[in-house]
Nanobody, 122 residues
Framework: VQLQASGGGLVQAGGSLRLSCALS????????LGWYRQIAGKERELVAG???????NYLDSVNGRFTISRDVLKNKMYLDMDTLKPEDTAVYYC?????????????????WGQGTQVTVSS
């Protein structure tokens, strides 16, 4: 499974941004999709996850501001980020896994895409 993230960039605080992730390969084995981020100097953290049953889970600090979704026909996943804050500045990674429990962040995800930089200016 290959993942290709896009959509990062520079945005002012309070603004919005949409990240996209294109999936390819044997995606029939995938039961969970998600987005991680790595803030400079910190460990990676799971921002949002979604299962093939569309069950979602969010990091507390983004809940209500970020929305994860998927388009089965296009083999794509999205992260809509609203009311962005400077502390959201990070490299964002799209991820996939065969275990839907991965959305709760208790295991390392199997497949990782390259990161895309999101910078929120104050």
């Amino acid at each position: 499974v290959q993942l290709q993230a896009s959509g990062g960039g520079l945005v002012q605080a309070g603004g919005s941004l949409r990240l996209s992730c294109a999936l390819s390969g044997i995606i029939s084995t995938i039961n969970a999709l998600g987005w991680y981020r790595q803030i400079a100097g910190k460990e990676r953290e799971l921002v949002a996850g979604i299962t093939i049953a569309d069950i979602t889970n969010y990091l507390d600090s983004v809940n209500g501001r970020f929305t994860i979704s998927r388009d089965v026909l296009k083999n794509k996943m999205y992260l809509d980020m609203d009311t962005l804050k400077p502390e959201d500045t990070a490299v964002y990674y799209c991820v996939a896994d065969s275990d839907d429990r991965a959305i709760y962040g208790r295991r390392k995800w199997l497949y990782w895409g390259q990161g895309t930089q999101v910078t929120v200016s104050s």
